[in-house]
């Protein structure tokens, strides 16, 4: 089994979903006793959201550079960024590491294409939602239409990650604005929607909406697991 690199902190809210996730999956996989490897390096996202907040972007892959050397030096085989957000400096970090980093993006496509959807609907922080580190790479590398709301849709969608859903306050109103922003997105022809947030899943399930969610924590794990366990399989074939 190979041992999973972890930077997460973005915020711990979700990264404890990964680190449930990531060790019930391979124990649904192995069986017994067993749970994965890892290794998790996790920020103060205090320190994360005003670089964000402050557009110091330098600053930010600064930090998650150093955090996955860290992670590297400490004997990862390979890393999972924890957040969507901070996939805007992906490239900059897989330059610095040796190990391989698996894009979020690309475990979320994957599921898409494989789904038959090829008009999808994208939530998640204002930064991913406009700027193209996100939704180009899902346009130019996997051939999806995204749309993404209008930007009174955003604002509202960025306003609560920020102020409840990275806190882990759950608020039955704030469900509502989603389901209301997403079916919006469902009136222009998407045929499903990503929850491009880690933390958007603790607020909207499945049983919410009227098309696929494709929750980006849940897939990226999912990917890990599958990474983690390639040369178990070999060995089980």
Known sequence: ?????????????????????????INRKLGGHHSAKSIMVSVDFEEVKHYQHHGEWDKATGLMIEGAQQIER??????????????????????AIDIPLIHIADATAKTIKE????????????????EEFYKGLLSSRHGLEVVVPDQEGRQLVHDIIYRELCLGKIVPASKMVYQQVIEKLIDKGCQGVILGCTEISLLIK?????????DTTVLHAEAAIAYALVDEAKKIG
């Open 1 to 25: 089994m190979k041992t999973i690199g972890l930077l997460g902190g973005m915020s711990w809210e979700s990264s404890s979903e990964y680190y449930r996730l990531i060790n019930q999956g």
């Open 206 to 214: 499945q049983g919410d909406v009227a098309v696929p969610l494709f």
């Open 74 to 95: 400490g004997g990862a085989d390979f890393l999972l960024i924890c957040t969507n957000t901070m996939h805007k400096m992906a490239d900059d970090v897989q330059k």
């Open 115 to 130: 789904a038959g959807v090829t008009k999808i609907g994208l939530l998640g922080t204002a930064f991913t939602m406009e």
